[in-house]
């Protein structure tokens, strides 16, 4: 069973109130956040020579929170963050619900977009638990996980939207030993480790709502930020039946900025499950 651990730390401070750096190691990955938009910072896993190589276009060099959101203004990617109240666009800042019309604020051309104007990318999360645990995975067997969570409040009214939300994310990190697919490459091994990173979201509402969180990390799974990602798979598992299942690619060339002094390739992946 792999080992796992988790380590906490100051980010210094924004605006007066104190930031906190988690890191979740298992095994050979590590990941890292913060409670500044409940962001994934870094994610590095090891490559067939057994190197750790960060697979992220975060900003994973920032040193302190001030710099981050800095850095978030200047650049504009979302870069790890958690979105919301609602990821993606909302057009022309308008919505209805239950027959109530609402407006809400317009930070995209005419559209409301990632929450507004100070979403949840923007504000500081609460850590409310970290720490390792012992569970069992789909075979049975007990395996090691470091996890960290993260809720945030937003009150009624907050960017134009109804009711109070207490929102909450747990970033869930494992080692698990997963078989080979019979689509996968001849050449690959029976049996591999691979590592897991798993984000789970709720959210509670004082009232009717509309609520869309996610990830908006960018991926280069190569491990080398200088190669494009156009050998990319991207695999999809649902254990129900879907009535429509939509793909949301958006591929970016980024200039240099802090964490990256080369034009870097990277993809940023939504996807829409409807039943």
Not at 235 to 240: A, L, R, Y
Request: proline share 3%.
């Amino acid at each position: 069973m792999s080992s796992a651990s988790v380590l906490k730390s100051s980010f210094g401070l924004l605006d007066g109130k104190a930031a906190t750096l988690v890191t979740l190691r298992c095994g050979k990955a590590e990941v890292v956040l913060t409670t500044l938009g409940a962001t994934l910072l870094s994610m590095k896993v090891p490559d067939r020579e057994d190197v750790a190589r960060e697979v992220t276009l975060n900003h994973w060099d920032a040193p302190d929170v001030a710099t981050l959101a800095a850095r978030q203004r200047e650049v504009g990617a979302y870069m790890g963050v958690t979105a919301g109240r609602f990821a993606n666009r909302i057009c022309q800042g308008k919505f209805t619900l239950d027959g109530q019309s609402y407006t809400l604020a317009t930070n995209n051309g005419p559209n409301h977009l990632h929450g507004g104007d100070c979403g949840f990318d923007k504000r500081l999360w609460t850590l409310d638990d970290a720490g390792t645990a012992t569970v069992q995975d789909e075979d049975g067997a007990e395996v090691k996980v470091a996890r960290a969570s993260m809720t945030l409040d937003s009150a009624a009214g907050e960017e134009g939207y109804p009711g109070a939300l207490s929102a909450r994310v747990t970033f869930s990190l494992r080692a698990v030993q997963a078989k080979a697919d019979a689509r996968e490459l001849k050449q690959q091994q029976e049996e591999e480790q691979q590592h897991e990173l798993r984000f789970d979201y709720s959210a509670e509402s004082s009232a009717p709502t509309v609520v869309n969180l996610t990830n908006h990390t960018y991926w280069n799974l190569s491990g080398d930020l200088r190669e494009d990602v156009a050998r990319h798979q991207v695999g999809v598992c649902s254990v129900d039946p879907l009535d429509l299942l939509v793909l949301s690619f958006s591929f970016f060339i980024l200039p240099p900025h802090g964490c990256c002094q080369t034009p870097s390739f990277c993809v940023c992946l939504f996807v829409w499950l409807y039943k």
